[in-house]
């Protein structure tokens, strides 16, 4: 199990890290949707291996995760 101390090299580095990790993550969902929502448009329902509403969904959920932890990562240390 990781914990908070193991990231705290200078100050505030599990902030920092779930700071990235959320982004990247909500950057993930944004493209997944919008790859989901294009082939949708272009007419067709699937893609090789998946739904679209999967697909989509899947998004949404990176989508949530991301601020969830930009959540997290602005309460661990709140600013003055």
């Given at each position: 199990?990781i914990?908070?101390?193991t990231?705290?090299?200078?100050g ?14 909500a ?19 699937r893609i090789p291996?998946?739904?679209?509403k999967?697909l989509?969904?899947?998004?949404i959920?990176l989508?949530?995760?991301g601020?969830l ?7 661990i240390?709140?600013r003055?």
């Amino acid at each position: 199990m990781i914990s908070a101390a193991t990231f705290r090299l200078k100050g505030y580095e599990m902030e920092r890290l779930l700071t990235w990790a959320g982004n990247l993550a909500a950057a993930a969902g944004v493209l997944a949707c919008l790859v989901a929502g294009v082939v949708r448009l272009g007419g067709a329902y699937r893609i090789p291996g998946f739904e679209l509403k999967t697909l989509f969904m899947v998004g949404i959920g990176l989508m949530v995760m991301g601020i969830l932890a930009k959540l997290q990562g602005m309460s661990i240390s709140p600013r003055p």
